[in-house]
């Protein structure tokens, strides 16, 4: 399993950039290697983070190929006022059982 983490401080959101965003998470979505997304803002509200799991390299690289994902990267300075992506690969998870995560837990589940 792999997580592309976005992390990024937002400028100006428009119209235009709310249906990109629609369309490429429904494009992940639609990715038969897609496990699901979750995001987060940080306390102070001035960064996000949308992580997006993956269970496999060649459906993260698909994204990442994408049209809609490209024509997003190159106009990303109309909407944020920066950003930083990390790849990881899942080595293993675990926690205490008291609710499910997308990335199961690797005592009890194996992860690709």
Do not use: C
């Amino acid at each position: 399993m792999y997580i592309a983490a976005f992390i990024y401080r937002p400028g100006s959101f428009d119209d235009e950039f709310r249906r990109l965003t629609a369309s490429i998470d429904a494009v992940a979505a639609s990715l038969p290697g897609f496990v699901g997304m979750e995001s987060w803002r940080s306390t102070d509200g001035l960064m996000f983070n949308a992580s997006y799991y993956w269970r496999d390299e060649a459906t993260l690289r698909a994204f990442a190929a994408h049209p809609k994902h490209l024509d997003a990267k190159r106009r990303f300075r109309k909407w944020y006022d920066g950003y930083h992506v990390v790849v990881s690969k899942v080595e293993r998870a675990y926690g205490d059982g008291s609710f499910q995560h997308l990335v199961p837990d690797s005592r009890r589940e194996r992860i690709d």
